[in-house]
């Protein structure tokens, strides 16, 4: 394989943010004349003819995945320039250390308190690698790198359309303590007894019937819900970025989160678009009209901030490929 062909490990094609990100450096790379191969463990494609698609939940769907990483942790061995995407999709680091880390998050906060052990052993193994790439420069201080301004990854969306606004607020319910699931439940009903309406789209493997609650969506129709309302509520402990705040801004809403990095990079430039979840919501914070700087400023500024971070990611890849 030559210096100019990469491998993005992409497990199971399925449709998630750190798939997304990942789908889009490969083709920033392409665009500048690289060869780029995605790998889903069970299938290998030129990004051409790559499809992200839904993946389905529940205990089928995780044997899915943890076998989707095994086979791409074997690929890996016999890559030349391999693109890690997440901790467990290159765990035969110590056998041959892959040339590329992609560092989207802090993956071993993913495991519960008794398997502790397990996920921090993988998580050095997975930074073992030649080079890293960071999201952004939050979340690589967090894991004690600097590495300047290096701006952060924004999937653009594509044909923003004006939606009436039928919703005061979108929360999104999704698995693992660090993304807070009880506490988005129980702060997207008191929004309901505020008087307002919300909705609650339901990513998670839990069964939820409550009026208001929706099942997990395409992106396509992720954005036009958010389109029709007008803020959208993070309660995450943790992100490596958050993608949705991205997004949410994008579309005009007013942004109420958790301090995650995509929350303090947007209100670093946009002081009044941002609500910092204290513990307490209130109907100012979701009805005030908090857009002072209009759409158009705020995807310049995510444009602007995305350019310089696949400038950053591929400069360190095609740089490194040649060594």
């Given amino acids: 394989m030559s210096d100019n062909t990469f491998v993005i490990a992409m497990p199971r094609f399925a449709l998630s943010g750190g798939n997304l990100v990942s789908y889009h450096l490969g083709l920033s790379l392409q665009s500048k004349g690289y060869t780029v191969i995605c790998d889903s463990g069970f299938s290998v494609k030129n990004i051409s003819e790559v499809e992200l698609l839904k993946s389905n939940k529940g205990i089928v769907g995780t044997v899915l995945n943890l076998l989707s990483f095994l086979l791409l942790s074997v690929h890996a061995v016999f890559y030349k320039n391999y693109i890690s995407t997440h901790h467990l999709t290159s765990l035969f680091n110590f056998i041959r250390r892959c040339k ?19 996920g921090n052993y993988f998580w050095n193994n997975y930074l073992c690698a030649e ?31 004006q939606y009436e606004k039928k919703y005061d607020a979108v929360l ?15 702060v997207f009903k008191s929004v309901k007894e505020l008087g307002h309406k919300a909705i609650l789209i339901n990513a998670s493997k839990r069964m939820i019937e409550d009026a208001g609650v929706i099942n997990n969506l395409n992106r396509n129709d992720f954005i036009k819900t958010l389109s029709m309302s007008n803020c959208f509520i993070c309660l995450s402990d943790w992100e490596g970025l958050g993608l949705p705040n991205l997004e949410a801004y994008a579309l005009g809403l007013n942004v109420i989160s958790t301090s995650i990095p995509s929350a303090i990079l947007l209100k670093e430039f946009d002081e009044k678009c941002v609500n910092i979840f204290d513990g307490v919501i209130d109907s100012a914070m979701i009805r005030d009209n908090l857009n002072e700087i209009d ?22 890849i095609t740089q490194a490929s040649k060594n």
């Fill in 172 to 186: 999104i319910l999704r698995d693992g303590d660090y993304k807070n699931p009880l506490k988005t439940y129980e």
């Fill in 295 to 316: 759409v158009k400023t705020r995807v310049s500024f995510l444009k602007f901030e995305s350019e310089k971070w696949f400038k950053y990611a591929c400069n360190k």
């Fill in 100 to 118: 590329f880390c992609f560092v989207q998050d802090i993956e071993c906060e993913f495991y519960p308190k008794s398997f502790k052990w397990l």
């Fill in 131 to 161: 080079n890293l790439i960071f999201t952004n420069k939050i979340l690589a201080k967090k894991l004690g790198y600097e590495v300047g301004d290096i701006g952060f990854p924004y999937i653009d969306i594509p044909s923003i359309e």
